[in-house]
């Protein structure tokens, strides 16, 4: 089992920046792939960025070149620094861990971007 926990979300201005960042129980060393997921009302849980233990990192499209995910192996840390934030990133962000094929989640961190 890997306990997974957010923080880092909150309410911020269109264009403004927010890091979230996710702890996990289990050493990062352990864990093949971390990633974040987010869920907007009314829509699905949707791959944001993930990042694999070796290799290059996974974005949306919709945010190439504004979010940024990185994991520090040593305190076993995942962050996504968000930055030039629009409306459209409001949604619950959910901390992801895949592992012998399970995943793992966290309770999820509200961001609200403000117009």
């Known amino acids: 089992q890997v306990q997974l926990v957010e923080s880092g979300g909150g309410l911020v201005q269109a264009g403004g920046s927010l890091r979230l960042s996710c702890v996990s129980s289990m050493s990062l060393f352990k864990i093949y792939n971390m990633g974040w997921y987010r869920q907007a009302p009314g829509s699905q849980r949707a791959l944001v960025a993930s990042?694999?233990?070796?290799?290059?990192?996974n974005y949306a499209d919709s945010v190439k070149g504004r979010f940024t995910i990185s994991r520090d192996n040593d305190k076993n840390m995942v962050y996504l620094q968000m930055n030039s934030l629009k409306p459209e990133d409001t949604a619950v962000y959910y901390c992801?861990?895949?592992?012998?094929?399970?995943?793992?989640w966290g309770q999820g961190s509200q961001v609200t971007v403000s117009s």
């Open positions: 990042q694999p233990i070796t290799g290059s990192p």
């Open positions: 992801n861990a895949k592992e012998n094929g399970l995943d793992f």
